[in-house]
């Protein structure tokens, strides 16, 4: 055979080989690539609790193994000894609670593991780092756990035994109140350590039927905070309606009260008002519509205009 023809046979039998090996070289590069959602999640978990592996490699690989927490019990209780763990960076810790968290959110999968993650969740409650300590008192609190209520409830009534700030203590107590909650809330009133703590005292407290008489007077004194006054006036509306009304005239007929206190009481009449009897209150129509007039703030204008758009017929 000719030169040129067996040179014109090889290259033809080359190219009926090349996209074979091609072939063999994509299929496996697809071999790599569908790797199923459960294997990544489990070398994700993995990763995240080998304590060999860099702070950022593990908190990175923490964010794709909640699907690994929910199927595999190993790698739940793995990553509840992560958590647990003090010598651990707290940055692997908080990854692994989010871990957590994330896998909790999957009801059915998750139920069987839910027992351990709160027995482990009481368990670092009281963990010596604030943030995680909050947190993880954040995530019981809104699962309305007793265990966490008590905790928060010593901490309101000895500072010595506080786990967090009184007024986030408070905010933590209002996912589930009960009447011990009710009675450290009102003993912040009493005897604040701060103003923050007084007010998240009171927005728990709004929740509180008895407390309305309290509501009042708070609504009523001048000298008391304005914001304070309207945290009053928005429990007394849900409390007692009837006597927001009544407090909300006075304070309109009043020309001494503040402007942005005379708003709010102007937004809950036109809300919730009886329009036949504010219709027919020619006391009232007039002091709004004189105060309206004048160098009142733009707030109290905008709400007077509203409020008298309904009633002044």
């Known amino acids: 055979m000719a030169p040129t023809r067996k040179a014109a046979k090889r290259s033809k039998q080359a190219r009926k080989k090349s996209p074979k090996k091609s072939a063999k070289k994509s299929s496996s590069k697809r071999s790599v690539k569908a790797e199923s959602p459960k294997v990544a999640a489990r070398r994700a978990a993995s990763t995240a609790t080998d304590s060999k592996g860099t702070v950022k490699a593990r908190v990175a690989a923490a964010a794709l193994s909640p699907l690994a927490v929910c199927e595999s019990d190993k790698d739940l209780q793995a990553m509840l000894k992560t958590l647990r763990n003090q010598d651990e960076p707290v940055k692997v810790r908080l990854a692994a609670l989010q871990a957590m968290q994330a896998a909790s959110f999957s009801v059915v999968a998750f139920e069987s593991s ?17 943030e995680l300590r909050q947190r993880v008192l954040g995530i019981l609190a809104r699962e309305k756990d007793g265990y966490a209520q008590k905790k928060l409830i010593e901490g309101l009534k000895d500072p010595k035994k506080a786990l967090v700030p009184p007024e986030k203590a408070l905010q933590l107590l209002s ?25 998240e005292a009171l927005r728990l407290l709004a929740a509180d039927a008895t407390a309305a008489p ?13 914001e304070v006054r309207q945290i009053a006036a928005s429990a007394l509306q849900a409390l007692k309606p009837e006597k927001m009304q009544q407090h909300a005239r006075e304070i309109l007929l009043d ?5 942005d206190i005379k708003a709010t009481s102007l937004t809950a009449l036109t809300q919730f ?9 020619k006391a009232l129509l007039k002091s709004v519509d004189r105060l309206s007039a004048g160098k009142a703030s733009a707030k109290y204008r905008q709400s007077a205009s509203r409020f008298l758009g309904k009633y002044s017929q």
């Open 175 to 199: 996912y589930d109140v009960h009447a011990d909650a009710y009675s450290a809330a009102r003993d912040i009133v009493k005897k604040p350590p701060d103003e923050m703590a007084r007010r």
């Open 255 to 259: 020309k001494s009260d503040y402007d």
């Open 273 to 281: 008002g009886d329009q036949e009897a504010i219709g027919k209150d």
């Open 114 to 130: 839910r027992g351990d993650y709160i027995a482990t969740l009481r368990a670092i409650a009281d963990d010596p780092d604030p």
């Open 214 to 226: 309290m509501f009042e007077k708070l609504l009523r004194d001048k000298k008391e905070l304005r």
